[in-house]
């Protein structure tokens, strides 16, 4: 039985239903990443045995309760409607009963999409950049998280802090589990460009925490958003089979390693990409995506770093970023320019995005689709004010700045909102980030009260590692 069925109408999916043996259809969805349970994959469940009953389902989809799924929903106003996207169904590989998996959108009481939904918020971000720019971005993630078992006796081959990366079993004690996930996601149709152990490992309290990474293959925004939640919940699903856990949290000890997301991303017009000029080196109009980028940077972590401890990977500086700047090759830098295989000459072919920037800040508990649509809105401003992106990119470009670079981070979600705050009217621009939305933002990010803690917590390891193990499993 194929994993990953292909659907273009309801009759395929009810005759395959039929054929397969489906017992039960899911109507999958992503709500906002703005708690600890949020940005998770939700399902709500049916029987598939009854035609008429599945014929209603993917016709009509179903009501759901809002103000559950969404902090910018009230109460008294909270259903709203999850529709099935045809195209985008997948058999569940962690289900013993055979059950069809149906991805769904967000749709208002007028049957319109949803304004608050990230997803759409989003599109309408992309469709702005489309219409006056003509030009399409596309994103690929690097998800970095930490397998998590229990010490139950002597490790016969040790490994050692920092020094992880691209290790190989039997030193890489979970290479299998992370290989199972490369293939479950090649298997519901997410493509991934490889996997890897990654520099942390962490002994302590009988636990054994080794961080990995799997990096996904560009696709459009809106795609990129969705497959970075679908990863999640299969990566927690693969390890629960295993019986370990997993833990996406941006910093899970103080002196190890955290989890960043890093972003590449390339633009592309009329199937070419924008990011390398004709000499093979940046091209302007790269220069000007990354002046917009460093200029909403600290508005955009408000998207891409959501909690308390997302500021404490920054401030350890265990290749994170800290400084708002840019530099090639340089992974302390905000923006990374890497290798283009320039040795190799022309290598891009139309809809490629093998040259690309990297933007550093973002780690897994980031809300994707918002920070997507917060990029988008970077991007389109410095094509819209080119003189001002190309003086950014001239006086935060870290080779050039050198010691003189001052501009920092935040380094709190109290700052982080406070930035957020003073950029808002670029964001709530042409009806992209719906007002509800900032505000919400805005009031989650203080509401952590967080301002001085890290100042606070200085000298004090046990009262920060009590902080870690409360975010362990966020996201």
């Known amino acids: 039985m194929r994993q990953k ?48 009953r599945v014929q209603e389902i993917l016709e009509f989809g179903e009501r759901v309760d809002g103000s559950n799924l969404f902090s910018y929903i009230e109460p008294d106003k909270s259903d709203v409607y999850i529709t099935p996207r045809i195209n985008r169904a997948f058999l569940n590989p962690f289900s013993a009963t055979p059950t069809l998996n149906i991805l769904c959108d967000y749709l208002d009481e007028n049957g319109k999409p949803l304004e608050v939904a990230p997803k759409n918020v989003l599109a309408r971000a992309e469709e702005r950049l489309y219409s006056s720019t003509g030009i399409v971005l596309k994103a690929l993630a690097e998800m970095e998280f930490y ?46 460009k490889y996997g890897h152990s990654e520099v942390g490992t962490v002994n302590r309290d009988g636990l054994t925490m080794e961080q990995h990474e799997i990096e996904l293959l560009p696709q459009r925004l809106t795609e990129m958003a969705e497959a970075i939640s679908i990863t999640k919940w299969v990566i927690r699903n693969v390890c629960a089979k295993h019986g370990v856990s997993v833990s996406f949290s ?9 989890n960043g997301m890093h972003i590449h991303l390339c633009g ?3 199937g070419k990409n924008i990011i390398v000029g004709r000499d093979g080196a940046l091209s302007e109009k790269a220069l000007k995506m990354i002046g917009g980028v460093l200029r909403f940077a600290r508005s955009l972590t408000a998207f891409g770093n959501t909690v308390p401890v997302s500021y404490l990977r920054f401030i350890s500086r265990k290749e994170s970023p800290m400084h708002v700047c840019w530099g090639s090759r340089n992974r302390l830098a905000l923006i990374r320019i890497p290798l283009w295989w320039s040795f190799k000459g022309k290598i891009e072919s139309k809809n490629s995005c093998r040259r690309t920037f990297e933007y550093r800040a973002p780690d897994p508990l980031a809300d994707a689709y918002l920070l997507f649509a917060g990029v988008t809105v970077a991007v389109d401003y410095a094509l819209k ?22 501009m920092l981070l935040p380094q709190s979600c109290f700052e982080s909102a406070e930035n957020l705050e003073r950029d808002r009217g670029f964001y709530e621009a042409h009806g992209i ?16 009260k967080d301002k001085d803690l890290w100042i606070r917590l200085a000298g004090k390891p046990s009262k920060i590692e009590e902080v870690l193990r409360h975010y362990l499993h966020y996201g």
């Open 433 to 448: 980030f719906p007002r509800k939305v900032i505000d919400k933002t805005v009031e989650r990010l203080k509401g952590y």
């Open 147 to 192: 397998i998590i078992s229990k010490n139950e006796n002597e490790t016969l081959f040790p490994s050692f802090p920092d020094k992880n990366y691209h290790e190989s079993s039997p030193f890489a004690k979970f290479e299998d589990v992370r290989n199972e996930v490369l293939i479950t996601l090649a298997d519901i149709g997410i493509p991934t």
């Open 250 to 258: 941006p910093k899970v000890a103080l002196e190890h390693a955290g």
């Open 385 to 406: 004010n080119s003189r001002e992106a190309l003086r950014i990119a001239e006086r935060l470009h870290v080779e050039k700045a050198g010691r003189k670079q001052k």
């Open 5 to 52: 069925p292909e659907f273009s109408e309801k009759r395929e999916i009810i005759k395959f239903i039929e054929e397969n043996d489906v017992k039960i259809l899911n109507l999958c969805h992503i709500p906002e990443n703005g708690r600890p349970e949020n940005g998770r994959l939700k399902t709500l469940s049916f029987s598939a045995t009854n035609k008429e």
């Open 268 to 270: 592309l017009k009329n």
